[in-house]
């Protein structure tokens, strides 16, 4: 068992308000605050569907038990940092794993922490959420650095919430987005969660 929690969110967005009224001919600064919120909330469903971290950002891989394998594939790529890898007793005290046990493969298309010649996964003894994998997703941390056809597709959709507001949820509760959209995205799309071993 295992669940991926963001820790620390990126401190700017992949397309800035100016960039979004340039886009759309926006004049007004009547609806600016509506704008930012779809921006961020545009990039959000990216990164769902993407399964993708845009810009850098700090999340917690808690997993339970001891890994199967020799690779825990990492759930938010690309992976730019794994930052610490602890384990917990029984009495919540963390203890780090030392890198020399790991090899961090970022090169792979999410990136995965991978297990060194002769070493093995450290043996928590608290019986859920033993080790904790503490990691830095996205392209970087500019604005820049998201490739073109990401940003686009924010821009595209948080454009489309604007002119059709009151009309974007499904029946399910989640947001819609056009095809155009995720045909922009699918390039990008991993298509497995990681996070598991193998």
């Known amino acids: 068992m295992k669940s991926n929690i963001l820790l620390a969110p990126p401190l700017v967005e992949p397309v800035s308000l100016a960039e979004i009224k340039a886009h759309a001919r926006i004049e007004s600064s009547s609806d ?39 690779r825990i594939v990492l759930p938010r790529g690309p992976l730019l940092a794994v930052t610490k890898i602890e384990f917990f007793d029984d009495e919540d005290v963390a203890s780090l794993w030392e890198a020399a046990h790991y090899y961090v493969n970022v090169a792979s298309a999410q990136g995965e922490v991978v297990l060194r010649t002769g070493a093995s996964w450290p043996s928590p003894t608290r019986c859920t959420n033993g080790i904790v994998i503490t990691y830095v997703a996205g392209y970087g941390e500019a604005a820049s650095d998201v490739p073109e056809v990401i940003r686009l597709a924010i821009k595209q959709l948080a454009l489309h919430w604007y002119e059709h507001r009151g009309e974007a949820l499904s029946s399910s509760g989640y947001a819609k987005a056009p095809l155009t959209i995720e045909a922009l995205l699918q390039p990008y799309r991993f298509l497995k969660m990681g996070g598991s071993c193998a």
């Open 32 to 70: 600016d605050a509506l704008l930012e919120s779809l921006l961020t909330a545009a990039r959000q469903w990216c990164e769902a569907y993407l399964r993708r971290a845009l810009i850098s950002q700090t999340w917690c891989l808690y997993l339970t038990g001891v890994p199967r394998g020799k």
